[in-house]
């Protein structure tokens, strides 16, 4: 992919992935940017889903209608390419680009580890940042993670879906679909 395109794709996805985390905002933990960031790798590859990652949180992180703490923002901005990492990888299998129950039960099981583990890590953080004990921000967690899960799964299993389409709808080889993949 060409650079001058990285930052238009990194820009346009960012502002729908901080729209989206507007939209949501009342209900806590639930950010659906984290499927964007996802869909952003799958489909483009990890320096546009990473990008993705870091602006929308320096945007919505300083802007954050939950307020603002700088420890936190950056363990969200450090943790949230999680998400890049594993739509990266699952980008490589070219099964995971159709439109199968296979494929959506396995990027419902990357929104489950990641998501679990993003959780860890920003819990993790604000126990350290805040001096509590790690297993009471983990059990207070609990609830959020919950809500979380329950936002990500099943958007996750719309990755290939939401990729066809990105391919079909944007000029031919912007989207990094394997070879031997027929979408």
Do not use: C
Not at 82 to 108: C, D, E, F, M, N
């Amino acid at each position: 992919m060409h650079r001058a395109l990285r930052i238009p794709l990194i820009a346009t996805f960012s502002a729908l992935a901080i729209a989206l985390n507007y939209a949501f905002a009342a209900i806590p933990n639930v950010q659906l940017f984290d499927f964007i960031v996802y869909l952003t790798a799958f489909s483009f590859g990890f320096d546009i889903g990473a990008g993705v990652a870091v602006v929308t949180w320096l945007v919505y992180g300083y802007l954050n209608p939950w307020g603002f703490f700088l420890p936190i923002l950056a363990a969200t901005t450090v943790s949230e390419p999680i998400y890049a990492i594993a739509g990266t990888a699952a980008a490589r299998s070219p099964r995971l680009w159709k439109q199968t129950r296979i494929a959506a039960l396995v990027h419902a099981l990357n929104a489950l580890w990641t998501t679990l583990v993003y959780d860890l890590l920003t819990a993790s953080a604000y126990a350290l940042v805040f001096h509590v004990p790690l297993l009471a921000a983990l059990l207070a967690q609990i609830p959020f993670t919950i809500l979380h899960l329950a936002a990500n799964i099943p958007l996750f299993s719309l990755t290939p879906l939401i990729a066809s389409y990105l391919d079909r709808s944007l000029p031919a080889g912007l989207v990094r679909k394997p070879a031997n993949s027929s979408i």
